[in-house]
Every structure is written in structure tokens, then in C-alpha cells.
């Protein structure tokens, strides 16, 4: 049940679907009674602090006050109205979370669980890309979302392009990035659940396999 992507422009903060082969359009979805298909809806983040300044030396930086409205908007978008959500899966970066939790709230019922998964965190290294330890994410999002999956140093890697130590052609970031992508992307089909959201980054959904998209900020 590998799906293939195509967008779904709509007014709103907008996301892509990835699914089985559909025509696009702003309210067009796959058919949910067709047995084994999975749909995920690629969502980037809001706008975080480092978007609004234009500064990447922010570390992990959280929502500016448009971004966290934007975020809340996503809830009314009629895609996701159309399609319930059963998994919301994020980036735990703090801005991919804080959208999460805004567009996904727990206070609506039946609401979608939100795992965070450090896979898909941003690809790049510069401390805009770097979130906290663990502890940090557990102390903001307590019950709000699972961190179960991250671990400790979860924000250690290295950017695309990058040689590893000792400076081996064959080791490094793209390497590492496409591993890690080949992983998340493998999860999210075993997943259950028939529809996903994935909340991430730019860099994230431009190098996904078999599904570069260039969303812009927020899609």
C-alpha cells in the first residue's frame, strides 16, 4: 500500500495528502471504503520565531503569536473535517509540537493521540534545527503529546551533505538523512491507523522517498 502524493490547495494553512492515486482539487479525497489504503496528510509547522526574524541562530524556537493562531485555523481546515484523523504524528521540534497540539487539541473528543516521532525532526544542524533534551520537551507538552519515542539525544545528527568523522564520502549527512527518512516512512505505513497526519518541516517533506514536495511556510 505504497502511497503517492498530490496536493490539495485550499485557502487555509494548507496540507498534502499522500495517498494512493487521486485527482487533485480542494475538496477531493480518497474514497476511505477502499480496504488497505492509507491516507497521511503532510502538514509543515506554523510560523516559528527564526521564520518571522529570519534568525537561525534561535534554538528549537517555539510559535510566534500569528503561527500559534495559524496552527488553531488548521483545526476548522475541511479537509481534516472531511477525514477524522486517527494518529497525529510530529517533529519534536518545539515548533512542529506546539502546531500539533493546537491543530490536534486533546479538549475535542475522540481526538486524535499525537506521538512524537524523532525521526521526523528538521534535516538541517543549525540551532534553529536543534531541539531540547527530552526533559525539556516532557516539562512543556507533559500529557499533551507521547514522547515516548524520543530519545535523550534524539537532536544529535548531522546535515545533509556533512562528512562524518574522519571525513568518509560514503558516511555522511545525506547518508544518515536518507536512513532516517527510509525509517520514518517505513513506520508510518506499518502504522494501523488509515489516517495519519504528519507534522514536520520543509526539509522533511522535500526529501521524503518517493515524495519530495515543496511546501511552502505553513502548508
Given at each position: 500500500?505504497?502511497?503517492r ?6 485557502g487555509m494553512p494548507?496540507a498534502?495528502?499522500?495517498a494512493?492515486a487521486?485527482?487533485?482539487g480542494?475538496?477531493i ?6 480496504q ?7 502538514i509543515r509547522?506554523a ?5 518571522a526574524?529570519a ?7 517555539p ?7 495559524q496552527a488553531?485555523?488548521?483545526a476548522?481546515?475541511?479537509l481534516?473535517?472531511?477525514q477524522?484523523?486517527e494518529?497525529v504524528v510530529?517533529s519534536p521540534?518545539?515548533?512542529?509540537l506546539?502546531?500539533?497540539?493546537r491543530?490536534?487539541?486533546r ?7 499525537i506521538?512524537a ?7 538541517g544542524?543549525d540551532?534553529?534545527d536543534?531541539?531540547?533534551g527530552?526533559?525539556?520537551?516532557v516539562?512543556e507538552?507533559g500529557?499533551?503529546a507521547?514522547l ?7 537532536h544529535?545528527k548531522?546535515?545533509p551533505?556533512?562528512?562524518a568523522?574522519?571525513g568518509?564520502?560514503e558516511?555522511d549527512?545525506r547518508k544518515?538523512l536518507?536512513?532516517?527518512?527510509d525509517?520514518?516512512s517505513?513506520?508510518?505505513q506499518a502504522?494501523p491507523?488509515?489516517?495519519i497526519a504528519?507534522?514536520?518541516?520543509h526539509?522533511v ?6 515524495a519530495?514536495?515543496?511546501l511552502?511556510h505553513?502548508?
Amino acid at each position: 500500500r505504497r502511497p503517492r502524493p498530490f496536493i490539495l490547495p485550499t485557502g487555509m494553512p494548507q496540507a498534502a495528502a499522500h495517498a494512493p492515486a487521486a485527482p487533485a482539487g480542494p475538496h477531493i479525497l480518497p474514497d476511505p471504503g477502499v480496504q488497505g489504503e492509507q491516507v497521511v496528510f503532510f502538514i509543515r509547522h506554523a510560523e516559528a520565531e527564526h521564520n518571522a526574524q529570519a534568525d537561525y541562530t534561535i534554538r528549537d524556537p517555539p510559535l510566534t503569536a500569528r503561527g500559534a493562531h495559524q496552527a488553531e485555523q488548521l483545526a476548522k481546515h475541511p479537509l481534516l473535517r472531511a477525514q477524522p484523523v486517527e494518529l497525529v504524528v510530529s517533529s519534536p521540534l518545539r515548533r512542529a509540537l506546539q502546531t500539533a497540539v493546537r491543530a490536534f487539541p486533546r479538549t475535542q473528543a475522540g481526538a486524535a493521540p499525537i506521538v512524537a516521532h524523532p525521526d521526523a525532526q528538521e534535516v538541517g544542524d543549525d540551532p534553529s534545527d536543534t531541539g531540547w533534551g527530552r526533559a525539556t520537551l516532557v516539562a512543556e507538552f507533559g500529557p499533551a503529546a507521547d514522547l515516548g519515542l524520543v530519545p535523550e539525544h534524539y537532536h544529535r545528527k548531522r546535515a545533509p551533505g556533512k562528512p562524518a568523522r574522519g571525513g568518509d564520502p560514503e558516511e555522511d549527512g545525506r547518508k544518515a538523512l536518507r536512513a532516517r527518512l527510509d525509517r520514518l516512512s517505513a513506520w508510518l505505513q506499518a502504522r494501523p491507523e488509515r489516517t495519519i497526519a504528519l507534522v514536520a518541516h520543509h526539509g522533511v517533506f522535500g526529501h521524503l522517498p518517493g515524495a519530495p514536495l515543496e511546501l511552502a511556510h505553513p502548508e
